[in-house]
């Protein structure tokens, strides 16, 4: 091969002439006559071990491994049209930032077998459940990594090759054309990226023994040290990941990142340990330095950043740092947000514990003076406990082995989170109370195959909660001069706000939106609300399934462990239609319809998108106008 050095490094390249288009072309690199790799760069990877699991209803006319030739390293393929696409959504734009409600989602385990933990989520069971999601009113999914990792059955937290999508799940058309279908119903997509560390078939581990490796520490220098550590110090290791990003930006049309493990990927130097050139390894590793203000961390993202806007500047940048408000102050100061974990707080309260049920944290400013908008905080994600278990496990009295209360008081939570400013994370079936545990014994993630549990919906009061975090979605969606800085907020939902009920107020001009929470276990209580109108000035906009709250004066009387939350006229934006005649219709809204009673004769239904509804019977949860005779209504539906 040719070589030319370059800033310290040596670079080798052939040109090869006479492929034919569109035909794949398998390749490895032999280094040294010794190492056997596949390319860092490959755009599809071709695995001897695990491929000839995969079905070919998965990737139908994978290329063949041709292990009569080879067969103990990854090959990269090269095909003149692997990255050919005819986009239908050519130039998406999603909301702002901190409007965003995530679908955190993993496709294995996301569909496939029900009630079964097998692993065989596809692209094409997502596919078929992207009407769902369009309907519980997200308006961006997370993928956890795709990016081709070790084995057919991962988290993805354990990458090979940052070029390429994992086969277990699809083609990478299959992935283009979920890009495709999730704009098309007006949601982004996020991909999870993990630049903190690699499994063991990366062609730059493999090159090398780990004593002299240029890409790799031998260990880390910071406490979160997982598989192999990348040295963040060599300038090749960042290119890569600059390219990489860049590359699922314009290759796959994404629309954003979240950044696994932030917290490693500051520079060597920064945790302050002591290094061993000898043995390329680290000591004297703790966490407090690793939780330590870091200065490095921030200028790496910014550096990662940068690189993204040079082909598309509104990209979304979400950092897992969970590290202390200064650090991730600055960060924000960049337009990056910040992974906020209220897990704790959010399972205190579902089980029915005044004590550490803090959620005002949902909302950034309250959050340790977080900047507004800098946070995208979650009740679950697949790093922490389902709330719905704990409640099964160390619920108070009347909760524990109770559902019909769990979901409640699950749905309680789902309505402070939503109903606070800022944007926000659903980690998938929570929305109607999945209850497999998440951990180990030892408290470690427990990464094997959940059940895929599609059928809890047949539950009433699951199926109850699931409509609840949609009215509360479809309330954001209709309402976005709500939700947007400058509008005055007022959280009181910390743990003194338990025996006489929280309550959270926003207020832009004459818009106002309250959302009240009875936290008790046990009986129903009339709540205090600082109304800033007569009662009949409100109307209500959602409430806990099967709940009929009661509105008198200046409170809300609600059972326990119940919400609500009330608005004002004119609250979903969309423009009235006055008309002088006196109608002689009544017009309001059930569970799952719209009821109209008198005598009509012109009929016409929207959702607060604007699309016409056909029926008024088997409806989604959300706000409908309802035009009869020329006559406007807003309806809830639940």
């Not at 119903?185 to 996020?190: D, E, P, S």
């Not at 309550?503 to 709540?527: F, H, M």
Request: hydrophobic share 35%; with cysteine; net charge negative.
């Amino acid at each position: 091969m040719h070589y030319q050095d370059y800033n310290g490094n040596r670079y080798f390249w052939a040109t090869i002439s006479g492929l034919a288009a569109d035909t794949d072309y398998p390749y490895y690199y032999l280094v040294d006559g010794q190492y056997k790799v596949g390319d860092p760069y490959a755009n599809l990877v071709l695995d001897p071990w695990n491929d000839r699991y995969i079905s070919p209803t998965v990737f139908p006319d994978m290329p063949p491994y041709p292990s009569d030739k080879v067969s103990d390293v990854p090959l990269a393929v090269y095909n003149s049209s692997i990255n050919d696409y005819e986009w239908k959504i050519k130039n998406f734009k999603g909301v702002d930032q901190s409007a965003l409600v995530i679908y955190e989602l993993l496709i294995r385990d996301f569909n496939g077998t029900e009630g079964q933990s097998l692993g065989n989520g596809t692209i094409a069971g997502v596919m078929e459940k992207l009407d769902y999601l369009k309907e519980l009113g997200v308006n961006a999914i997370e993928l956890l990594p795709v990016m081709e990792f070790n084995g057919n059955n991962s988290w993805g937290y354990n990458p090979n090759f940052y070029f390429a999508p994992d086969k277990a799940y699809g083609t990478p058309d299959d992935y283009r054309k979920l890009v495709d279908a999730i704009h098309e119903r007006g949601m982004a997509v996020i991909l999870d990226v993990v630049f903190n560390q690699s499994d063991g078939l990366h062609p730059w581990y493999r090159m090398y023994d780990i004593d002299r490796n240029p890409f790799y520490n031998g260990t880390a220098p910071h406490s979160y040290s997982v598989l192999n550590d990348w040295n963040q110090d060599n300038q090749l290791v960042q290119q890569q990941f600059k390219d990489a990003l860049i590359y699922w930006l314009t290759s796959y049309n994404v629309d954003g990142f979240r950044f696994d493990l932030v917290k490693g990927l500051g520079s060597n130097q920064s945790y302050n340990a002591t290094y061993d050139q000898s043995t390329n390894t680290w000591s004297g590793v703790t966490e407090d330095k690793t939780n330590a203000y870091n200065a490095s961390r921030v200028a790496r993202m910014k550096e990662l950043h940068d690189a993204m806007r040079t082909v598309k500047p509104d990209a979304y940048f979400i950092n897992e740092d969970l590290a202390g408000a200064k650090e991730e102050n600055e960060m924000s100061e960049d337009n990056e947000t910040n992974w906020a974990n209220i897990n704790n707080a959010s399972c205190q309260f579902a089980m029915g514990w005044q004590s550490g049920s803090n959620l005002n944290r949902f909302y950034a400013p309250l959050d340790d003076n977080r900047i507004w908008g800098s946070t995208v905080s979650y009740s679950e994600s697949h790093d922490e406990e389902r709330m719905a278990y704990k409640c099964e496990q160390w619920g108070n009295t009347g909760i524990k082995g109770n559902v019909a209360m769990t979901m409640r008081r699950l749905g309680s939570v789902a309505a402070m989170m939503l109903m606070s400013p800022g944007a926000h994370m659903i980690w998938q079936f929570q929305e109607f109370g999945a209850d497999e545990t998440t951990k180990n014994s030892d408290g470690s993630n427990n990464t094997s195959p959940k059940k895929v549990v599609w059928n809890y919906l047949n539950d009433p009061d699951r199926a109850g909660l699931k409509q609840s975090y949609s009215e509360l979605c479809a309330i954001r969606n209709g309402n976005p001069q709500m939700f947007k800085e400058g509008v005055t907020t007022v959280m009181s939902c910390d743990e003194s706000n338990w025996a006489n009920g929280r309550t959270i107020k926003l207020s832009n001009g004459t818009d106002e939106l309250y959302c009240i929470v009875n936290p008790n276990i046990t009986g129903s209580k009339a709540i205090d609300v600082p109304f800033a109108k007569d009662a009949a000035q409100y109307h209500l906009l959602s409430a806990s399934y099967g709940v009929e709250p009661s509105l008198s004066g200046k409170s809300v009387t609600l059972p326990a462990g119940a919400y609500a939350v009330y608005g004002t006229a004119g609250m979903t934006d969309i423009e009235e239609i006055i008309d002088d005649v006196t109608p002689q219709v009544n017009v309001y809204g059930g569970i799952g319809e719209i009821i109209i009673e008198g005598d009509y004769r012109e009929l016409d239904i929207f959702n607060i998108s604007g699309q016409r509804i056909r029926g008024t019977s088997g409806l989604p949860a959300t706000i409908y106008i309802v035009i009869v005779d020329g006559t406007s209504y807003k309806v809830v539906v639940r």
